[in-house]
């Protein structure tokens, strides 16, 4: 069973810095990509910023140039750089990751529970 365990979330001010991690557990064959999503209250979950196997990157446009996705293979962590944060950046932000478990075998996608980020104006 793979387990994905969000930290890093709680209240910043308007411009202030928050890290993001995201722990990923269990048996996984491959993962093709990972990435953060958010969900403020009343608006659908949207993508934020995701990396893919090899190192590709793509942002959501409000967040270019103040987010920084990046990854650790070896601890099996994900991490998103949030600068610059704005009230609008507020939400619950959850970590996916797609992978499969076995070779040859289908594409899974799997969410963390999610941590909850405050920009205060």
């Known amino acids: 069973q793979v387990q994905l365990v969000e930290s890093g979330g709680g209240l910043v001010e308007v411009g202030g810095s928050l890290r993001l991690s995201c722990a990923a557990s269990g048996s996984l064959f491959s993962i093709n990509a990972m990435g953060w999503y958010r969900q403020a209250p009343g608006k659908q979950r949207e993508l934020v910023a995701a990396?893919?196997?090899?190192?590709?990157?793509n942002y959501a446009d409000s967040v270019k140039g103040r987010f920084t996705i990046s990854r650790d293979n070896a601890k099996m962590t994900l991490y998103l750089q949030m600068n610059s944060l704005k009230p609008e950046d507020s939400g619950v932000y959850y970590c996916n990751l797609r992978g499969t478990r076995f070779p040859g075998g289908h594409e899974n996608a799997y969410w963390g529970q999610g941590t909850q980020v405050t920009v205060s104006s």
């Open positions: 990396i893919t196997s090899a190192d590709s990157t």
